[in-house]
Structure formats: C-alpha cells, structure tokens
C-alpha cells in the first residue's frame, strides 16, 4: 500500500514537472550580421603581420625582435572519442603578437582584415584540421610558440571571423561565441582548451567551463621530467544529464537553470551557458536568488568574525559587518552586499578591483566570491575561508547549481566552473583544472570523454 502511494506521488509529480517543464532554449544559427562582437569572443593581436608572417617595417605597432623560433614546439597528440568527424582548429597570437591559426601542413596562417568592411568578415584560409575516425590519435605539432591561445574541436565546421582593429591598422579574430545563440557556428557542437607556451613561461593550458561547457574534452600533459599531470574534462553525454540535471533543479527552486541550456534544431542539448553569461542579456533573471542568504550571512556576521585566509604575506585576517559592508583589517575598502550577477561573475559590484586596491583587498575578492558562489559561508566551519573542503562546495542553498553540477560531471572533480575556481584550502584538491611546465613534450587532448581502456 504504501508502495503504491509512494509511486502514484512520484508519477503525480513527474506529471507536474513535466507540465512545468520550459522548452529548451534552440539555438538558430546565423550569419556574420548576428555576430555580436564583445571582449569575450575576439583576440586583439598587438602586431599585424603580412600574410606571410613579416612584420612591415611602418607597422603602426611596437615591433618585437623574433626570439629563436626552434624551441617553441609542442607536439599535440588528439585522440578522437567521438562518435562522428571533428574538426581542429588552433588560434592566437604568434611570438611576435600577431594573429595566427594553424594550418594542416603545421604553418601559421596569418589571417588579414578589410578596412572597409562593415560587417566581420570570414576567414577562408586552409584552417581546418579534420582528425581520424573515432578510436584514432591524430598527431599534429605547433612548430613555435604561442599565446593567447585555443584549440577548437567541433563535430562540423567552425567559422572565424575578422574585423579590423584600428589600433593596429590589422585584424581582430573573432571567434564563435557559445552565448549568442544566432552566432554563425551555433548550431555546431564545439568546445576548446586554453593554452599559452612561451619561452619565459613555459606551457600552461586549461580547460574552463566559466562561460559555457560543450564537447567532452580532457587533457593530459607529459612534462620535461616525464612525469603526467591530467585533468580529465567531462564525462561522454555530460552536457544532455547537466540539462537534465538544471531543469530538475529549476523544478525545486523555480529558477531559470533550464535556461541555461542551448539545444539544436532537433531539441537534442548542444551546451550550457554559464550563469553570468546567460544574465548578460537575461537581466532579470535570478533577481531575489540570493537576497536571504545574503542576509543570514550579513546577519552572521556582524556579530561572528569571518577569518579569511589570504594564502599570502597578509596571512589571515579577520572580517566583520560593519554598517552595511563587510570589512577587513588591513583592507583598504569593504565590501557591500553583492547582486546575483556579482556573485556569478565576481568581477563587478563589490567583486570589482580598482587600481588603488591594496594586496590584502586583491586577496580577499576572489576567497570572498568563491566563498559566496560555493556557499560556504553559513556552514560548519565557514567562518574560514577558504577553509571547508570541496566536499562542503556547493551543499548550502542558494548554490552556483551551475558550477556545483558541472563539477559532478568531470570525470576528476578539476576545470574551472567560475573564475576563481582556483581558491582552495592549501593541501585540499585543486579544483581548476591546469596542466603547466617548463619543458612540455607532449600534450594529449581527449575528445568526447576520456579513453576507457
Ligand atoms: C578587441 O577590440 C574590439 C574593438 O576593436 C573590442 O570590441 C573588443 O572588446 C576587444 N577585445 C578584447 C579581448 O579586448
Ligand atoms: C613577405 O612578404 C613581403 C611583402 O611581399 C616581402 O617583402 C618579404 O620578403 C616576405 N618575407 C618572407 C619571409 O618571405
Ligand atoms: C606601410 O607601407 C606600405 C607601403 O609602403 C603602405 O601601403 C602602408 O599603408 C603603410 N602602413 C602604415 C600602417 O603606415
Ligand atoms: C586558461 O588559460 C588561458 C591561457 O593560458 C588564460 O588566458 C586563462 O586566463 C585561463 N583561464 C582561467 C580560468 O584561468
Ligand atoms: C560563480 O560562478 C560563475 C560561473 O557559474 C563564475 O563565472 C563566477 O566568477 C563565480 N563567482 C564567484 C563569486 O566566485
Ligand atoms: C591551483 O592551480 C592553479 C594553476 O596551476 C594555480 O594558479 C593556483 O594557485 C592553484 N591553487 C592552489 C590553492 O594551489
């Protein structure tokens, strides 16, 4: 009997929810005159170069001297778990800050831009490089260094695009943006790692889920010393159970986290946005998210001390409500209660760093934020920060569902779900996802979910 009660509830209430289920967002890719042109989806060279790679002797621009190109080679190796054909492309900025893609004979391909245009226009050199099948290694290799840069992988066709930047007489890439469901290369399924390999820095490469996550990718980097640093990405299908996930989490609480998602013309889940990109043109959503957590830990805290751990020559300094900001010793400012899109973004409001901020205030913004995205701060032992592990992340609500979720669908916990992902306790699981050396040999990029065997 009460069997038959249990399940007649949970058919009722699937009934609800899938009534109040919204229709997922579908995207409707567009052409170069969708394209919205923002500082999260261009690359501004600081040198223009020739076709050719010469930097023009009248370049408008400070010229930097070539360093030996013969060190700067990194070998990729591309493993392809996909079902279906994938596409890379390589984009960034070449030793001497001009833009550069990558062609498939291993040269640079120096896009060049139309003063005249008006609207951006595409980049139609030889820059896609296609992988083998499913199961296969494609070895490609960068011959110098680069910065600023992103490995692409789509299961189709990508489109780049310039436009010009006066301030180097030259151009400016755009790239297909995840955010701008009408952008161009929309209805693709893509995603990218980061990476920057310098003479004076050595490699460091990411993969980020701040913005959005897509095609399954992993990464492992064999260093000088021989030894592996991985960071294995996201499960295979993570991006259709983060959906599924995000629309029962919008069930509970009411809020748009199924919005978050993008699917194609079939329905079928192609990303998720993150939430600060998905309030950059969805203002009012989210509004009173926040507003009672945010008073429980105004209230909390004007009478408790708030320890926060600066992990610096600061050491560990003590927070109280004062008035109506939260303020630091040592700190040259306080901190007033943030918005939701303060607290998804935590580069505005009180999350915002001014020139004249001191190193104490650098070092509270993003222990602070992440304390705040986490919701760690009413739990046991949130009263240092960071100071609970990432098995205390995210079990407060209000949450960064959106953070807390992806984290669940990596394959290790690591990668970047917002901007300071990197705050942890010293000693704890470094949640973000780097791989980086001096010496790199090699490094691996998995796509579409780790390799099982
Ligand atoms: C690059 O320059 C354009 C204007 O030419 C600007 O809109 C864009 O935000 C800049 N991008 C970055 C990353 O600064
Ligand atoms: C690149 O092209 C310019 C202009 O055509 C030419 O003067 C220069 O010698 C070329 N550089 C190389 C390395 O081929
Ligand atoms: C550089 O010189 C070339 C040919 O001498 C000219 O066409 C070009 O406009 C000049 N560029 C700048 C930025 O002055
Ligand atoms: C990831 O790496 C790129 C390239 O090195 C860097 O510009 C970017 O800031 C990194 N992202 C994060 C979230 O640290
Ligand atoms: C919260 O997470 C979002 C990603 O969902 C990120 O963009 C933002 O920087 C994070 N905010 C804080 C306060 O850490
Ligand atoms: C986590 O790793 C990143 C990248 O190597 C680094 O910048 C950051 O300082 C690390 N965080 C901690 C707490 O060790």
Partial sequence: MRGFLVSTLAIAATLLSTSAARPLVKVHPGTANDIVITNKNTVNATTTALSNGTIPANSSTVQITPRSSTSGRLPLSLVNNFAGNINAYVTGLDKNNALVMLQPDGNWYYPQSDPSATT?????????????????????????????????????????????????????????????????????????????????????????????VGLALGMSLLSGDGSIQTALGLQPKAVASICAALASQGQTDGQEWDNLCQADENGDPLRVIAPSDFLSTNAESFAEYYTEYIDEVWTQYATNTLSIDTQAAAGTVACTVQGSLITCAGDNRGYAKPTPSDIFGCNSGPFAIAGTDNDVHRAIVPRLCAAFNRSTLTVS????????????????????????????????????????????????????????????????????????S
């Fill in 120 to 212: 951006p226009q595409p980049i139609n050199g030889n820059v896609g490089i296609p992988l083998g099948a499913q199961g296969s290694t494609t070895s490609i290799t960068l011959t110098d260094y680069i910065s600023a840069a992103r490995v692409w992988f789509a299961a189709g066709e990508l489109k780049f695009f310039t436009v010009w930047n006066p301030a180097t007489n030259g151009p400016s890439l755009v790239e297909p943006s995840a955010v701008n469901p009408s952008d161009p290369s929309a209805g693709v399924n893509w995603g990218f790692v980061e990476l920057t390999n310098t003479a004076e820095g050595g490699l460091y490469a990411n993969i980020s889920y701040v913005d959005f």
């Fill in 381 to 452: 032992g949130g009263d240092l920060q960071p100071g609970v592990g990432a098995k205390s992340y995210y079990t407060a609500n209000p949450t960064n569902w959106y953070s807390a979720i992806v984290h669940q669908h990596e394959v290790d916990g690591k990668g970047y779900a917002f901007a300071y992902d990197d705050v942890n306790p010293s000693g704890d699981i470094n949640q973000s996802g780097v791989v980086a050396d001096a010496n790199p040999t090699v490094l691996t990029v998995t796509i579409g979910g780790p390799s099982t």
